[in-house]
């Protein structure tokens, strides 16, 4: 079975600094991988995600992220920290090959990440 | 831009009693999920709908659980009997034909005392 395992369930860096929030599946197929970002009182947010092409892939508010199959990663990465970006990240896999068809998300715990001034 | 939005906000319901907690997916979406997280712990998944039938369903989804889509736009979650375990936030999202991921909404904060 699927799952997801995300080290560090808090991440604090100063407001500049790089971001790395790192994520790890396992999955018997290849997967789909999102992370998603969630700010308080609101809800899940998609930041990127990757299906098949790129192993690199960008999202929104300067985030990126690697698929690298050979270390089962996904590691979420922002060269410079802004206050903002406070919230909890979530990275999540779905190995069905057709994202069509109301197929599950498996989440990992979630990463809480501070960025202090 | 288009979002998913749940109401309430917050339940408090007593043990033993049923809630229904509701859904707005985004309107040209077809596939509807329920998700659940108890504090401090993962977002678990629910349940997936799709043409008016539960294409699938985790293990947690058990008897005291149905969804319903009974109109155009809303889809509800209903917990029949309410136990102290089902206090979590329930989040919902909805997805469309594209690979573009599922979306999801504030979440409902379900307390059972």
């Known amino acids: 079975a699927q799952s997801v395992t995300q080290l560090g369930s808090h991440v604090s860096v100063s407001e500049g600094a790089l971001v790395l929030l790192r994520c790890n599946y396992s999955s018997s197929v290849p997967p789909y991988l999102f992370w998603y970002v969630q700010y308080p009182n609101q809800g899940l947010q998609l930041l990127l995600k990757?299906?098949?092409?790129?192993?690199l892939v960008k999202g929104i508010n300067g985030f990126e992220a690697e698929f690298k199959k050979s270390e089962t990663s996904f590691h979420l990465t922002k060269p410079s920290a802004h206050m903002s970006d406070a919230a909890e990240y979530f990275c999540?896999?779905?190995?069905?090959?057709?994202?069509?068809?109301?197929?599950?998300?498996?989440f990992g715990k979630g990463t809480t990440l501070s960025v202090s001034s | 831009e288009p979002e998913v939005t749940q109401t309430p906000s917050h339940q408090v319901t007593q043990m033993g009693q049923e809630v229904i907690l509701r859904c707005v997916p985004i309107s040209n979406h077809l596939y509807f999920y329920w998700y659940r997280q108890i504090l401090g712990q993962k977002v678990e998944f629910l349940v997936s709908f799709y043409n008016n039938e539960i294409s699938e369903k985790s293990e947690i989804f058990d008897d005291q659980f149905s969804v319903e889509r009974p109109d155009g736009s809303n889809f509800t979650l209903k917990i029949r009997s309410t136990k102290l375990e089902d206090s979590a936030m329930y989040f919902c999202?909805?997805?469309?034909?594209?690979?573009?991921?599922?979306?999801f909404g504030p979440g409902t904060r379900l307390t059972v005392l």
């Open positions: 999202a909805s997805s469309g034909q594209s690979l573009r991921g599922q979306f």
């Open positions: 999540a896999v779905s190995d069905s090959t057709d994202l069509q068809a109301g197929t599950a998300l498996i």
């Open positions: 990757y299906t098949t092409g790129a192993t």
